[in-house]
């Protein structure tokens, strides 16, 4: 104590560090310490990102795929910056609503779990989910990291029998307290009891089962978060589970009488119970990063992306569980919130859930992930329509960036198809050539286009991200149409390098957007790049030079032949289209 303080007078960042590190393994705190800062980033840690794992009652739909690209846009990302990136997704295939579900399907509960599950796989390979590894939780490796998880809070006597008596919501599988619930009145006129926060139905569980000693954690994970103010982020979140915790955190029901719920890992040394679904599932992070025999390298680096809905399970019970365990918590839990449709929830009883298969058909995959992470503000919720998405496309995929490529490689204004040379004296740092003040606006702003965009993406700010992208295209589009290299005359020698120097500043803008948007849009980008003649071993961020030519280095795209033309970067969607498909997909 005495050496934190005698830090803390030298400077506060140390103090920082080391109250987020209070929660780090002891082997890491050590290291943590030595280093005196956690500020420098070390890419060979790694880097580990988790989606929650979805739930095959159902088939997926839009919101399962926006946790899923959010999630992949950030592990691209890392992966860009050379870190060594896991990322794992999955499903979440035990729980009383699966066992029914697979009942009222009429199969057995293991055939209709793995049905389910390959659909969210086939969809998330066809999104270009980039995920290392995919969890289920029927799988044998989670079993036994399960019941592993479970004794360690059994032996420490974090778990004990008791009898559990409130209300409970199978359809988010959650215990509420009285002032979480509220009456309404079903479909048939029933008077019935609800979840405040999700609507979903409650009931009134009586029984004895295995409670884990939740209350004894509150002190602990208000520390975690006063110490971390970014551990769950956006902020807002993290203001919301301080406010939970100030309010009652009583012991939570872990266990479930196996006469009542069969389809689930039986408690170790009781058969007669079943684990709490959300320990369960939640242990899956765990599973993955090689728990318990091998997960030193991957847990301290986890970051969980999660909606909305599931911030208590995994804000609350999750750290709990960990500090419980002695296991380090995550390093960022990040919050995004949920789509709704026309205004509406996506529910199945109002039909208007978002296929997310056939909307990636109807507007590529690729235009599908842009608009997610376009629109998608993770404080706030979003409104999906098909016109929004068509507009948006068009605006900036089709015309915008599409238009641009297209202009400064047609054969028309670059007939030798290959990276022009740039011209100093058309385009000089001071005065006196061809430039003028608006495109030197535009350089400032191209040259910081990757912080700026990389202080969104770590962030998960990515609509941030994608909007100060797009305000260079448009900057660009007016570069060039400002200039209309066009009416430039080629048969005199200095008007064919400033509509050299044109091109080449153009394609050098185009490049930065081009690699700053593959995490986004990986199959566009590809494209562009491979058009721009951009190797694979060039599209690092970290080796993005734009136009180094300006300052007098050399550039080694300079003279270098363009790629193959492999036709429009984003073709133009159609309203007609759009509403042909959407019908046919209504009929079925
Ligand atoms: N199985 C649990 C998670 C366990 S993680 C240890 C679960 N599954 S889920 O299938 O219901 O939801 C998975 C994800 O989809 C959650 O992040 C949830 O927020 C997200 N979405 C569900 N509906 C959504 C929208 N309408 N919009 C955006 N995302 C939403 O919860």
Same mark, same amino acid.
């Given at each position: 104590?005495?050496?934190?303080?005698?830090?803390?007078?030298?400077?506060?960042?140390?103090?920082?560090?080391?109250?987020?590190?209070?929660?780090?393994?002891?082997?890491?705190?050590?290291?943590?310490?030595?280093?005196?800062?956690?500020?420098?980033?070390?890419?060979?840690?790694?880097?580990?990102?988790?989606?929650?794992?979805?739930?095959?009652?159902?088939?997926?739909?839009?919101?399962?795929?926006?946790?899923?690209?959010?999630?992949?846009?950030?592990?691209?990302?890392?992966?860009?910056?050379?870190?060594?990136?896991?990322?794992?997704?999955?499903?979440?295939?035990?729980?009383?609503?699966?066992?029914?579900?697979?009942?009222?399907?009429?199969?057995?509960?293991?055939?209709?779990?793995?049905?389910?599950?390959?659909?969210?796989?086939?969809?998330?390979?066809?999104?270009?989910?980039?995920?290392?590894?995919?969890?289920?939780?029927?799988?044998?490796?989670?079993?036994?990291?399960?019941?592993?998880?479970?004794?360690?809070?059994?032996?420490?006597?974090?778990?004990?029998?008791?009898?559990?008596?409130?209300?409970?919501?199978?359809?988010?599988?959650?215990?509420?307290?009285?002032?979480?619930?509220?009456?309404?009145?079903?479909?048939?006129?029933?008077?019935?009891?609800?979840?405040?926060?999700?609507?979903?139905?409650?009931?009134?569980?009586?029984?004895?089962?295995?409670?884990?000693?939740?209350?004894?954690?509150?002190?602990?994970?208000?520390?975690?978060?006063?110490?971390?103010?970014?551990?769950?982020?956006?902020?807002?979140?993290?203001?919301?589970?301080?406010?939970?915790?100030?309010?009652?955190?009583?012991?939570?029901?872990?266990?479930?009488?196996?006469?009542?719920?069969?389809?689930?890992?039986?408690?170790?040394?009781?058969?007669?119970?079943?684990?709490?679904?959300?320990?369960?599932?939640?242990?899956?992070?765990?599973?993955?990063?090689?728990?318990?025999?091998?997960?030193?390298?991957?847990?301290?680096?986890?970051?969980?992306?999660?909606?909305?809905?599931?911030?208590?399970?995994?804000?609350?019970?999750?750290?709990?569980?960990?500090?419980?365990?002695?296991?380090?918590?995550?390093?960022?839990?990040?919050?995004?919130?949920?789509?709704?449709?026309?205004?509406?929830?996506?529910?199945?009883?109002?039909?208007?859930?978002?296929?997310?298969?056939?909307?990636?058909?109807?507007?590529?995959?690729?235009?599908?992930?842009? &608009?997610?992470?376009? %629109? *998608?503000?993770?404080?706030?919720?979003? !409104? =999906?329509?098909?016109?929004?998405?068509? #507009?948006? $496309?068009?605006?900036?995929?089709?015309?915008?960036?599409?238009?641009?490529?297209?202009?400064?490689?047609?054969?028309?204004?670059?007939?030798?198809?290959?990276?022009?040379?740039?011209?100093?004296?058309? &385009?000089?740092?001071? %005065? *006196?050539?061809?430039?003028?003040?608006? !495109? =030197?606006?535009?350089?400032?702003?191209? #040259?910081? $286009?990757?912080?700026?965009?990389?202080?969104?993406?770590?962030?998960?700010?990515?609509?941030?991200?994608?909007?100060?992208?797009?305000?260079?295209?448009?900057?660009?589009?007016?570069?060039?149409?400002?200039?209309?290299?066009?009416?430039?005359?080629?048969?005199?020698?200095? !008007?064919?390098?400033?509509?050299?120097?044109?091109?080449?500043?153009?394609?050098?803008?185009?490049?930065?957007?081009?690699?700053?948007?593959?995490?986004?849009?990986?199959?566009?980008?590809?494209?562009?790049?491979?058009?721009?003649?951009?190797?694979?071993?060039?599209?690092?961020?970290?080796?993005?030079?734009?136009?180094?030519?300006?300052?007098?280095?050399?550039?080694?795209?300079?003279?270098?032949?363009?790629?193959?033309?492999?036709?429009?970067?984003?073709?133009?969607?159609?309203?007609?289209?759009?509403?042909?498909?959407?019908?046919?997909?209504?009929?079925?």
């Amino acid at each position: 104590m005495r050496i934190i303080s005698l830090l803390a007078v030298r400077s506060c960042k140390i103090l920082h560090s080391l109250q987020q590190n209070a929660f780090l393994s002891p082997s890491s705190r050590i290291a943590a310490v030595s280093f005196g800062s956690t500020a420098t980033v070390n890419k060979n840690s790694g880097y580990y990102v988790t989606t929650p794992i979805f739930y095959v009652n159902a088939s997926p739909h839009l919101g399962h795929l926006y946790s899923a690209v959010i999630a992949d846009c950030l592990h691209r990302y890392k992966q860009l910056q050379g870190f060594n990136s896991k990322f794992a997704t999955g499903t979440d295939e035990h729980g009383l609503k699966v066992q029914q579900a697979a009942e009222a399907a009429g199969k057995q509960p293991l055939t209709f779990c793995t049905e389910v599950s390959e659909r969210f796989e086939r969809l998330f390979r066809s999104c270009n989910i980039s995920h290392t590894d995919y969890i289920r939780t029927t799988e044998l490796r989670h079993r036994q990291a399960v019941e592993h998880f479970w004794s360690v809070l059994w032996n420490k006597r974090l778990i004990y029998k008791g009898n559990y008596e409130g209300w409970y919501s199978m359809q988010d599988e959650s215990f509420l307290t009285p002032s979480q619930v509220g009456d309404a009145v079903d479909s048939s006129g029933n008077e019935i009891k609800v979840s405040l926060e999700s609507g979903h139905k409650v009931e009134w569980m009586k029984e004895e089962n295995y409670m884990f000693r939740l209350s004894a954690f509150r002190s602990q994970l208000l520390d975690w978060l006063r110490g971390n103010p970014k551990a769950i982020q956006p902020e807002c979140f993290q203001q919301a589970v301080l406010q939970w915790l100030q309010g009652e955190l009583p012991d939570l029901s872990v266990s479930r009488q196996r006469s009542r719920l069969q389809w689930g890992i039986p408690v170790p040394g009781d058969a007669s119970q079943t684990i709490y679904v959300w320990l369960d599932a939640l242990v899956n992070y765990l599973s993955v990063a090689g728990y318990p025999n091998d997960h030193e390298r991957w847990w301290p680096v986890a970051r969980h992306i999660i909606g909305k809905d599931i911030l208590k399970f995994h804000a609350v019970y999750w750290p709990a569980f960990l500090l419980g365990a002695g296991l380090p918590l995550p390093q960022a839990i990040h919050v995004h919130s949920h789509w709704t449709v026309r205004g509406k929830k996506m529910s199945k009883s109002l039909g208007n859930v978002i296929d997310p298969l056939e909307h990636s058909r109807t507007f590529t995959t690729d235009g599908l992930r842009y &608009f997610l992470l376009r %629109q *998608g503000v993770p404080e706030s919720d979003c !409104d =999906y329509t098909e016109e929004k998405v068509l #507009k948006l $496309l068009n605006a900036e995929l089709a015309d915008s960036l599409g238009g641009l490529l297209n202009r400064c490689t047609a054969a028309a204004l670059n007939p030798a198809q290959v990276y022009p040379s740039f011209c100093a004296q058309s &385009f000089p740092r001071g %005065q *006196g050539g061809r430039a003028v003040a608006e !495109d =030197y606006c535009m350089l400032e702003a191209v #040259k910081d $286009l990757p912080s700026v965009v990389e202080k969104h993406y770590e962030s998960l700010h990515f609509y941030k991200a994608l909007e100060a992208i797009a305000a260079c295209v448009r900057q660009t589009n007016r570069f060039v149409q400002r200039h209309a290299p066009w009416r430039l005359d080629r048969t005199d020698g200095k !008007d064919q390098q400033w509509l050299d120097t044109i091109i080449h500043v153009s394609l050098e803008c185009m490049r930065v957007y081009g690699t700053l948007l593959q995490p986004v849009v990986p199959d566009i980008s590809d494209k562009l790049l491979a058009r721009l003649g951009v190797q694979r071993n060039e599209r690092s961020i970290e080796t993005l030079d734009f136009l180094p030519r300006y300052w007098q280095r050399d550039s080694p795209f300079e003279g270098r032949a363009l790629g193959a033309d492999s036709g429009v970067l984003f073709s133009r969607l159609e309203s007609p289209t759009v509403k042909k498909k959407t019908k046919n997909s209504n009929l079925k």
